[in-house]
Every structure is written in C-alpha cells, then in structure tokens.
C-alpha cells in the first residue's frame, strides 16, 4: 500500500498539556517529501507566539496571513465578584421568567468545584421550574441550565451542543469547553473569576456574538483570582500580571487594552458606539453627557470681603434716620 503526502495541515492548540508534543511536531516533517508544502493554523496569538510556533516547527521560508481579532459586536465588561446570590440574581431572575426564550450564557469557571457549587446554587432557586416544559421529566435534556467539563457524559455534551434554541440557556463550563466545541447562539459569556491569560480569556470571550447579534463579555473578579508578582517571575507570572492590569484598568478603553496585547495597532482603538464598546467607554461617554451644575458658592475669602463691606455699609443703602421729629 503506497499514498502520496501533497501537504500538511497542523492545526496548533496552546496549553501546558500539549506542549511536550508540541515540540515535537517538526519530526512529523522528516516522514514526507522535502518540500511538502506545511501550513499551521492556529487561534488569536501574539506576535511572540507566532515567531514560536514558526521557529519550532522549523518554517524557514514561509508566509503569515493573519487577521485583526478585534470583535466589534462584542462589549468587554468588568465587575468584582461578591456572592452567587449576588452576582447572579439578575440572570436567574431573567431565567425564571423567560425560560427557553432566555438568551444564550456561556459561565466559564476557574475550577470543577466553582462549576458544581453554581449549578446546585442554580438548581436550588430554580427548584421545580428548572426543567422545561412544566411536567417534564427530571432529566437533564430538560433542564434549562447544564454543566460542560471534561468528566461530562457524552450525551449531556451532545445535549448541549446540538440546538442553539434548545432548552439549556445556561452552561456552567470549565476550559474543556475550548477549540473543537461548537457552541452556537451565545449571546452572554461570564467569567466567573480572572483567566489565566488573556490569551484565554480574549478566546473565551469570543465564543459569544458569532451570529454577528450584539454580545457581553463580563469578568466577575476579586484580588485573590490574579495577585500581582513582582520580578523575577516566570511566564505564567507576567501573564498574571498582564491579566491584573487589564482588570483594574478604569480609564483606558478595554478593547483598545486588548488589540495592543495582540499587536493590532491599526484596530487597537475604541469601538464607533461607545455605549457597547467596553464599561470604561459607555461610563465615560454617559459622564460627557451629564448635566453640568454650575456652582454659585463663594470660597472662604469671598465671603470674610463680603461680610466686611456689609458691616461697613460700603456697599448697602444707610438706613432711614428714624430720630427725627414727626
């Protein structure tokens, strides 16, 4: 039996657990011809990985076409995180009485366990109305909300997966719900605590809006999730910390903040529509408006000259002379 290489395709996933063959992946090139033509795809990356992935799989010669990764219908938002109860009371509320007409949410968890105590949280304040229609069964392909991680059943996956205008409105997932999975109608992505990078968060975020429909991604954080590291640090370190900067920043526009990190400077500015473009935008933009109130108060030394000239009556009218005779 005999084939013919024309090409090869390799499609590159960044993550600790494929780097070890990651970097092997050059030795697939001394199984072919020389001169196979090698393409390499992979998702939004930095100039810096791009350079990594070239020198890695050895591409002495070769052609970058790339795209801009901003996503103009998407608005960046960023919250601190308090309580469940809190922090989701909105979106249950919503749940509770829109039902299957709730617009798609995708909550991104930090672990397992934030994803199991957020679906019991849910399960709990949904009681019996958590599975649609009223009367169906106890099941979870009728349960409005789901969870997706890498020890889900297949089925509950396909459950999931199969019908953007399904019953699951809600999925609680953890970073197995990455490249490969096919979610469509998103219109909500939560992030529930600080990514990791923001390579990750910047993809993640980008799982919503992908019909082109206006689309949010929030960040609900505390301090904890990403505390700074001073040098000498690692790479997971300075991605922290690049991660924490992007967070407590209140005065630049997000998306620019993001389209820099990637190296788009010609797209790295705010959207047209400030109102939907980031938090720091539409706040900005909502203060611009603002009524201003002019004050009419007098500071400390107005006031000491003011009482002066009254008590000299150099600037008032004497008063009558009420001495005199009738």
């Known amino acids: 039996m005999s084939f013919t290489v024309t090409y090869i395709v390799l499609k590159i996933f960044r993550s600790k657990e494929f780097r070890p063959a990651y970097k092997r992946l050059s030795e697939i090139r ?19 990985i791009r350079e990594e992935v070239v020198r890695t799989l050895e591409m002495a010669h070769h052609v970058t076409v790339s795209l801009s990764p901003n996503r103009s219908n998407i608005m960046y938002l960023v919250k601190k995180r308090t309580d469940p109860d809190t922090d989701f009371a909105e979106l249950l509320s919503t749940l509770k009485q829109s039902l299957v007409q709730t617009p798609r949410v995708v909550v991104y968890c930090r672990t397992l366990m ?21 009367g169906a069964p106890r099941l979870s392909d009728y349960r409005l909300f789901g969870m997706f991680h890498a020890s889900t059943p297949q089925h509950s996956k396909d459950v999931i997966t199969a019908d953007p205008h399904g019953v699951v409105r809600v999925v609680f997932a953890s970073v197995a719900m990455g490249m490969g999975v096919d979610l469509r109608g998103v219109n909500m992505i939560i992030h529930y605590g600080a ?9 993640a975020s980008g799982r919503g809006g992908r019909s082109g429909d206006q689309a949010q991604s929030i960040v609900y954080w505390k301090a904890t999730d990403c505390p700074l590291r001073k ?19 209140t005065s630049v526009c997000r998306r620019k903040l993001l389209l820099e990190y990637f190296d788009d400077s010609k797209s790295a500015r705010p959207g047209s529509d400030p109102t939907v473009c ?8 909502a203060s611009q ?3 201003r109130h002019v004050s009419t108060s007098l500071d400390p030394a107005e006031e000491a000259e003011l009482l002066m000239n009254v008590l000299s009556c150099e600037d008032v009218d004497s008063p009558p002379d009420l001495s005199s005779e009738c």
């Open 195 to 203: 990514s990791s990078s923001i390579e990750d968060y910047f993809q």
């Open 114 to 134: 934030m994803c199991a105590d957020l679906f019991s949280h849910f399960s709990y304040e949904m009681g019996d109305s958590q599975y649609f229609p009223p």
């Open 289 to 291: 408006q603002a009524p």
């Open 30 to 48: 001394a199984l072919v011809p020389r001169g196979t033509p090698l393409m390499a795809c992979t998702a939004t990356a930095t100039r810096s």
């Open 278 to 285: 980031c938090d720091v935008c539409a706040t900005t933009r």
């Open 231 to 249: 040098a000498p640090y690692t790479t997971y370190h300075r991605e922290v910390n690049e991660v924490r900067r992007y967070l407590e920043n």
